[in-house]
């Protein structure tokens, strides 16, 4: 396990170590200023490579750039840069490099860090897990990669310089949101306050359906829900935007020739928009969520 997750923390989440004979990507967007709290990339563990790329390149346009690397843990391996319109937006590894038992495919949310030595010692002293030590990435900056204490994984990353500036627009087939999807949302709650500087925006939606946002310099940065799905454990779930109805039910319609799930069909969401969770092949779930185009756009 510790081999497992150090190897993680140093490819899956933009790595660059030593041994590196590629240059990854800078975090699109990087600005000078520091936004503690905010989810600033994605990366997906998939046991299936090939058949994700396909996946995620017709459902959404995504397109995938293979980066092959020795390292000091093994011979080679392989990291993916996802682009939507030109705009780097997540990554992917193989899961045959991490030499993982079982499938242990999924999305990774990174949450930017202002100071990774005091939130990596808030995770361990709240009831969390730290899955291996804080890992100097060189021009990467510093991270961490955690379970909180309901068991959900992420990563905390501190940037050499800066966060990814917040956009005005989020364009379609890109991440729009991300949510806790937990088994008790006020200790989760308590838990993310003590690594960012989140407000919790607790809201009762009706019909007993109540939604807590994690708020930090004056914006939602993700959303708190108790586990609405039996049978899994507590997991980071990360949403892509779609346009419309009409866009979400032409997406649902490939997800199964292209060798995906349907885990929950499209419906209403109380929040607002229409929303579904899909599994692609290797059986990371992502949500999919319309917002609509506006004439700015």
């Known amino acids: 396990m510790t081999r497992l997750w150090s190897w993680l923390a140093a490819l899956v989440l933009l790595a660059g170590c030593a041994q590196t004979q590629v240059n990854l990507p800078a975090l699109e967007g990087a600005s000078s200023a520091r936004l503690p709290g905010k989810v600033i990339w994605h990366d997906l563990i998939s046991a299936t490579p090939q058949a994700s790329q396909r996946f995620y390149g017709e459902l959404f346009g995504w397109q995938f750039e293979q980066l092959t690397f020795n390292t000091s843990i093994f011979s080679s391996a392989s990291y993916y840069v996802i682009s939507h319109q030109g705009r780097v937006i997540g990554g992917m590894v193989d899961q045959a490099d991490l030499n993982a038992e079982g499938n242990a495919s999924q999305w990774v949310v990174v949450l930017a860090s202002d100071n990774i030595d005091q939130s990596a010692a808030a995770v361990e002293a709240n009831g969390g897990t730290l899955l291996g030590p804080v890992f100097d990435l060189q021009e990467r900056g510093r991270m961490a990669v955690a379970k909180d204490g309901q068991g959900a994984l992420f990563a905390l990353l501190q940037t050499p310089n800066g966060d990814p500036a917040d956009r005005s627009q989020i364009p379609t087939g890109d991440f729009l949101w991300n949510e806790l999807w937990t088994s008790n949302v006020s200790q989760a709650g308590h838990f993310y306050r003590t690594l960012a500087p989140y407000?919790?925006?607790?809201?009762?939606?009706?019909?007993?359906?109540?939604?807590?946002?994690?708020?930090?310099?004056?914006?939602?940065?993700?959303?708190?829900?108790?586990?609405?799905?039996?049978?899994?454990?507590?997991?980071?779930?990360?949403?892509?935007?779609?346009?419309?109805?009409?866009?979400?039910?032409?997406?649902?319609?490939?997800?199964?020739?292209?060798?995906?799930?349907?885990?929950?069909?499209?419906?209403?969401?109380?929040?607002?928009?229409?929303?579904?969770?899909?599994?692609?092949?290797?059986?990371?779930?992502?949500?999919?969520q319309t917002w609509p185009v506006t004439d700015k756009e």
């Open 199 to 288: 407000q919790l925006d607790a809201h009762n939606l009706g019909d007993g359906h109540d939604y807590t946002l994690l708020k930090a310099q004056q914006k939602p940065r993700a959303g708190i829900v108790k586990m609405p799905v039996q049978g899994i454990p507590p997991t980071w779930v990360s949403y892509v935007r779609v346009a419309d109805a009409a866009e979400l039910d032409a997406i649902l319609a490939q997800v199964e020739s292209l060798g995906g799930k349907i885990l929950l069909p499209a419906e209403d969401r109380i929040a607002g928009g229409r929303a579904a969770l899909i599994a692609g092949p290797s059986g990371a779930g992502i949500a999919l």
